[in-house]
Each structure stands twice: as structure tokens, then as C-alpha cells.
């Protein structure tokens, strides 16, 4: 099925205004990765790729979504809330205490998260996992993974990467937020990573770089993936950090900084929001 692209590029808008909102109103986490991502998030919930039931969502044959870059998880919110594993109105609670939506992932509280993520490394790690064990259960579920070029700094993914390689996973698919920036700025002044798609694919991944802009690309590219046969997929999302908000994209500074009242006017403003 052909998704009505017209239609997700007005979803993802709505979504970025609400993670702007529910970053506001925090006063703390990540607004740039949140931002970056959305169009590839929006892509592979609304577009139809991945096979969840929102109002059973602990159904045992679903597919799983990890978000391993776990900081970026206002986006992963918004998008559960449209979803309505639960009513829009917590995105509002984000990070206060007693609130279900804590400031990196945890499936204890929040509906439709599956992993605990935060600690970079961890989250590709049991999303390896969990599509080995869907091999072991003769079941047919996939497993989608969100990464990150700061997170592929951390050797634990390089284990991942060779591990799902050598079981012939295939029924696991990373997206990487591939977006140049990390924690400390430019991810080539940190330590230079390369070209991470060529990383994977010497170590025997099936992998497709794309504009992580581009809805109709990400979802030939999803689809692409599933009929990777006997290799662990990777798909390179090519990013703007803070897609949408002109003061913020490609700003290091906005890794993990939220805006002010006056900021969030503005980038609503230029989001044509209220
Ligand atoms: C194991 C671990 N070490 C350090 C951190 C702190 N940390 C949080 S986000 C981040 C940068 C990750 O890079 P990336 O995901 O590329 O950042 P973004 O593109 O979202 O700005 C770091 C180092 C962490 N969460 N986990
Ligand atoms: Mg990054």
C-alpha cells in the first residue's frame, strides 16, 4: 500500500509541534534528534510498515520498535499518543514526577514502549535479541531499531553489528539517525565515524542510505528492507538536526536544550501552528 504522502508530511508537522510543546512545558531534553527523525518515524508508523495494535499493546506477535538513541523519545511519545496508546494530553506531563513519560524510554510506564533505552549501546543490543528470539519462537514478527551516529561511538553497537550479522537476522532493521551531531557537537570533530554505512556493511548488513526527509525514499526504503533475505538491514537517514525550526537545524546546541515560551512561538509560527 502507497501511504497518502501529502497526508504524513501534515502528521509529521503536527507531530513537531507537539514535541516543541511538550519540550517547553519539561524544561529539559532533546529537541534536536526529536526534530531530525520525525520524518523516518512518521514514515514507518503512519506509512504502514510496522504492524502494532495500539489498543492491545503487549499483543505477542507485533512488531517491536526499540528507540536505542532513547534521547529522542519526545518524538516517540507524540507519536503514541496519535496513535492513542494514550491520551494526548500526558505529552504535557513529560519528565514531571509521577508522570508516565519519563525522560528516556521505559516500558514500565508507557504504552507502547517495549525497551527500556537511555544508556546508548544497550537498545540495538535487545533489539538483536528480540528478533532472535522471534526466530526461536517460530514467530514472524520484525524488529525496527532507532540508532544514531553519537550512539555508533559506543563499541557495544559494533558487537550488535557483528552478532546479527553472523545469525543472518533478518528480521531486524536499524534506522540511523545519521545527522552529524552528538552530545559534545560535530560528530567529525568528536571522533570522526566515516562512512558508518560502509562499517556495517563489511560487516555483512544489507544497507541503503537515504534523504531522511524524503517520506517517499524512507518508504521505499522500509520496504526494501523487508525483502532483505538472510541479512540484518540498515537504512542511513541523512538528517538535519532540528528539521523544521530554522533557528535550530544543524545547531549543535540544540541536542538538549528546550525552548523558552517565546522560542516555542516562533517555531509554531514557522511550522504554520497555533
Ligand atoms: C552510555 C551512554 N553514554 C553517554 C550518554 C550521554 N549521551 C546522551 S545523548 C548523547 C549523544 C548521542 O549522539 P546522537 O544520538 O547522535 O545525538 P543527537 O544526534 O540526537 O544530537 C550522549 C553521549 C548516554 N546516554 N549513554
Ligand atoms: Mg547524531
Given at each position: 500500500m502507497t501511504p497518502d504522502f501529502q497526508e504524513l508530511a501534515i502528521v509529521a508537522n503536527e507531530l513537531r509541534g507537539d514535541v516543541l510543546r511538550m519540550l517547553q512545558l519539561a524544561g529539559?531534553?532533546?529537541?534536536g534528534g526529536s526534530l531530525g527523525m520525525t520524518d523516518v518515524f512518521t514514515t514507518l508508523w503512519f506509512g504502514g510498515h510496522l504492524k502494532v495494535d495500539p489498543q492491545n499493546p503487549?499483543?505477542?506477535d507485533r512488531d517491536r520498535f526499540v528507540?536505542?538513541?532513547?534521547?529522542?523519545c519526545p518524538i516517540l511519545y507524540a507519536i503514541l499518543a496519535r496513535q492513542d496508546y494514550?491520551?494526548?494530553?500526558?505529552?504535557?506531563?513529560?519528565?514531571?514526577?509521577?508522570?508516565?513519560?519519563?525522560?528516556h524510554p521505559d516500558f514500565h510506564f508507557t504504552k507502547g514502549v517495549d525497551c527500556c533505552t537511555?544508556?546508548?549501546?544497550n537498545g540495538v543490543s535487545v533489539a538483536l535479541g528480540m528478533a532472535m528470539g522471534a526466530r526461536a519462537q517460530g514467530k514472524n514478527f520484525r524488529v525496527y531499531a532507532g540508532t544514531s551516529d553519537g550512539e555508533s561511538q559506543e563499541g557495544q553497537v559494533w558487537e550488535m553489528a557483528s552478532a546479527a550479522a553472523h545469525h543472518k537476522v533478518d528480521n531486524l532493521t536499524l534506522l540511523m539517525d545519521?545527522?552529524?551531531?552528538?552530545i559534545d557537537g560535530f560528530t567529525k570533530d568528536v571522533m570522526d565515524q566515516g562512512d558508518l554505512g560502509a562499517k556495517y556493511k563489511s560487516f555483512g548488513w544489507h544497507v541503503q542510505e537515504v534523504d531522511g526527509h524524503d517520506m517517499m525514499a524512507i518508504h521505499q526504503a522500509l520496504n526494501e528492507a523487508k525483502k532483505a533475505s538472510g541479512k540484518p538491514q540498515l537504512i542511513v537517514c541523512n538528517t538535519v538536526l532540528g528539521k523544521g525550526v530554522s533557528f535550530m537545524e544543524n545547531e549543535p546546541g540544540w541536542h538538549g536544550v528546550t525552548p523558552d515560551e517565546e522560542q516555542l512561538k516562533k517555531a509554531l509560527d514557522e511550522l504554520g501552528l497555533d
Open positions: 529539559s531534553g532533546h529537541p503487549t499483543w505477542e528507540l536505542s538513541n532513547g534521547h529522542i494514550f491520551p494526548r494530553e500526558e505529552l504535557w506531563t513529560l519528565r514531571k514526577l509521577g508522570s508516565s513519560l519519563q525522560g537511555g544508556s546508548l549501546g545519521r545527522n552529524g551531531i552528538q
